[in-house]
């Protein structure tokens, strides 16, 4: 089943803007990792976070994680049309043996 | 980062037709390899999680008699379709992971079942 809830389902924005996608979850993590898929290819993986981090950056990416509301957001500062894809968070769960759990995705469009 | 390769790609068949899917690890020995099924627009469903030498453990809801899974070694698992019918069209996205936390998620299998 899924755990995580994703928030906005769909974005769209223009190139230049920064796109936020957040995440909910509902049990303890170990982890929480966020994903990009193109249109029908496989995941790339974003940055992961640590259940004992707070905020992580990679790029033009920025990650916060609180525990204590079981949620995450995903930043994309100055977006560029390349970063068209579906967005993913999936969590590490540390009662199930370290299977990734998927929310359901946010779709971002960037337009030019 | 590491890369796993999955093949095929895409494949057709007729129903009632079994189908395998390869999912290797290409530069690291992958403990544990992950299989997940995604429909269209939809996120990734987790079917069965293997581990090298031992049996498939399938999540809830998964027929493990439908989808045969066979770890066969540290770089190659299988998971092979059986007797496929038109709702079994899908992408197939397969994940390995070394002793590590992070997954590395093959490029997907597009399953068309006519």
């Known amino acids: 089943s899924q755990q995580g809830e994703e928030d906005p389902q769909a974005l769209s924005i223009q190139e230049g803007e920064n796109a936020t996608m957040n995440c909910s979850y509902k049990?303890?993590?170990?982890?929480l990792q966020w994903y990009r898929q193109n249109s029908g290819r496989g995941l790339v993986h974003l940055i992961l976070?640590?259940?004992?981090?707070r905020e992580k950056h990679s790029g033009r990416l920025r990650v916060t994680l609180d525990t204590s509301k079981k949620s995450s957001s995903l930043l994309i500062t100055a977006s560029r049309a390349a970063d068209t894809a579906s967005y993913f968070c999936?969590?590490?769960?540390?009662?199930?043996?370290?299977?990734?759990?998927f929310g359901g995705g946010t779709r971002v469009l960037v337009k030019p | 980062g590491a890369v796993v390769s999955q093949h095929p790609s895409w494949v057709i068949c007729k129903s009632g037709t079994s189908v395998k899917i390869e999912c290797r690890s290409l530069?690291?020995?992958?403990?544990?390899m992950f299989w997940y099924r995604q429909f269209p627009k939809q996120s990734l469903m987790l079917m069965a999680t293997?581990?090298?030498?031992?049996?498939?453990?399938?999540e809830q809801g998964v027929e493990k008699d439908k989808f045969l899974i066979n770890h066969a070694s540290l770089t190659l698992s299988t998971l092979t379709v059986t007797s496929a019918h038109p709702e079994d069209s899908s992408f197939y996205i397969c994940?390995?992971?070394?002793?590590?936390?992070?997954?590395?998620f093959g490029p997907g299998t597009r399953l068309t079942v006519l």
């Open positions: 994940s390995a992971r070394d002793m590590g936390a992070e997954q590395f």
């Open positions: 049990t303890s993590i170990n982890n």
């Open positions: 976070i640590r259940s004992n981090e």
């Open positions: 999936a969590t590490d769960d540390k009662a199930a043996g370290n299977k990734l759990t």
């Open positions: 530069d690291f020995q992958a403990t544990t």
């Open positions: 293997s581990n090298e030498g031992s049996k498939a453990t399938y």
